[in-house]
């Protein structure tokens, strides 16, 4: 049992009953022998593994040390472990620290034989919680390293030298420029397959990501809403995340000019992607801003909108920190399930008041900060506003079907044809009254 424990420069014993002294191993170095096995007694090696300098994490990007982007672009931070000879890490945990907030933490990923987002992988956040914004109190402890945790075991196998996680890193449209970001990987403790106890490697060079304008930046969000939004600039509705089936939402697509002056959108457009499963698109309304040129067409069999866009003639539309309406689609719920609406780069590029276009392209069209949405869609129960009751405003939809006349009934008075005959009638108030002033489910 152990009975005393001095620092490693005074050695380490365990003392037995008898007051005798017995050396035992107490750790591994790496040193000009390799790395060894040390005894306590008088700190000596006793055993010796091949002759490897000490193992090294680095960030890099493809091997680079820095790397130049502009605001909207991706960057791919690959965390390399050198210095290796025969040896395999068989866990690794670490840090890795940045010198600025704001960048957006999308994913990572684990090179096996390690794997991402299992329970030997307790890195965090966690894939669950991403994407996040990198700041000081992602963990909850303002004023803390402005860093992400990583740690995982491999369960069989182990890793050599090479990438052990890539993180993707996304730098907002509005990300500060010029400007410098400094990233640091911090080694804790890994475990390599020659021996059972862990040691720490040594950290590399630092990785610099320069960030520079790349001139006009336009920035486009999608948002779904139960009611057109007005007015047409400012800042874009927070939106919903629910509706009913057989009811209709809004898919709208807002546009920011967020770097290169203050001319602000002359026109352009964007393609919306969507689930021909769950909803199908009615109708385009290119609201009140870019009128001009309109475009934009539907296509219920690709599930695509393309080219929703026009132009205006109006100087100085959506500079940031304003948003401008581009256009918006009716959509209608025709099914259960999570439907979700993404923005891809349209065939007409945006141009900008002062000439200045067309800008089409990564980073300079950013499909950011919310290039999807998702509306989870769910069976009507007399609640045909999905607000999670079922209250007087309900009972005036009810009304106005009930007044619709002989089927077939308009499609926005499906959601009061509680017994699904066809039409809405006595039958379907006695249903509704039963529901009237409780929640749906």
């Known amino acids: 049992m152990p009975a005393r424990s001095w620092t490693r420069s005074q050695q380490r014993y365990w003392m037995t ?3 005798r002294f017995r050396p035992i191993i107490v750790g591994t170095e790496r040193g000009a022998l390799g790395r060894c096995v040390w005894l306590a007694a008088l700190w000596v090696p006793v055993a010796c593994v091949e002759l490897s300098a000490a193992p090294v994490l680095t960030a890099t990007n493809n091997g680079a040390d820095a790397l130049s982007v502009n605001p909207g672009q991706t960057v791919d931070l690959h965390i390399d ?3 290796l000879a025969a040896e395999l890490a068989v866990s690794a945990g670490y840090e890795v620290r940045f010198s600025a907030p704001g960048l957006v933490y999308q994913s990572y990923i684990w090179t096996p034989p390690f794997v991402s987002g299992t329970g030997d992988d307790v890195s965090v956040p966690g894939l669950a919680s991403l994407p ?9 402890n303002a004023g803390s390293p402005i860093d992400v945790h990583f740690d995982n075991f491999a369960s069989s196998g182990g890793a050599g030298n090479g990438t052990l996680t890539t993180l993707t890193l996304e730098l907002p449209a509005d ?5 410098t970001v400094i990233v640091d990987v911090v080694p804790g403790e890994f475990v390599f397959d020659d021996s059972p106890f862990a040691e720490t490697p040594a950290t590399g060079p630092s990785f610099v990501l320069n960030v520079d304008s790349a001139g006009p930046v336009v920035a486009a969000t999608l948002r779904a809403v139960r009611t057109p939004t007005s007015p ?9 995340t629910t509706a009913c089936v057989g009811g209709r939402f809004d898919v709208e ?3 920011s000019q967020v770097d290169g002056g203050v001319a602000g959108i002359a026109g352009g457009s964007i393609d919306l992607l969507f689930e021909n499963a769950l ?3 009615d109708t385009i309304d290119h609201g009140g801003i870019f009128q001009n040129a309109a475009t934009g067409t539907i296509d219920n069999a690709a599930g695509l909108i393309n080219d929703l866009g026009g132009a205006t003639a109006a100087g100085g539309i959506g500079v940031a920190p304003e948003w401008a309406l581009l256009g918006r689609v009716a959509m209608s719920a025709i099914g259960e399930g999570t439907a979700t609406f993404t923005l891809a780069h349209g065939g007409i590029g945006f141009s900008l008041a002062d000439g200045q276009g067309p800008l089409n392209g990564d980073p300079l069209v950013h499909l950011a900060p919310s290039q999807s949405v998702t509306v989870t869609q769910v069976q009507q129960s007399g609640d045909t506003d999905c607000d999670q009751d079922v209250d007087l405003e309900d009972f005036a939809h009810f009304h106005a079907c009930a007044d619709a006349g002989d089927p077939p009934l308009p499609a926005e008075c499906t959601l009061v044809d509680l017994d699904s005959d066809g039409d809405v009638d006595l039958h379907d108030y006695a249903i509704f009254q039963a529901r009237f002033g409780i929640a749906p489910g």
């Open 279 to 281: 909803t199908t698109a």
């Open 232 to 240: 047409q600039q400012g800042t874009p509705p927070d939106g919903i």
């Open 253 to 255: 697509a807002w546009v």
């Open 175 to 179: 990300f500060p420029t010029p400007s």
């Open 81 to 83: 472990l050198s210095g």
């Open 132 to 140: 996040a914004v990198i700041v000081d109190d992602l963990f909850g």
């Open 17 to 19: 009953r008898d007051m």
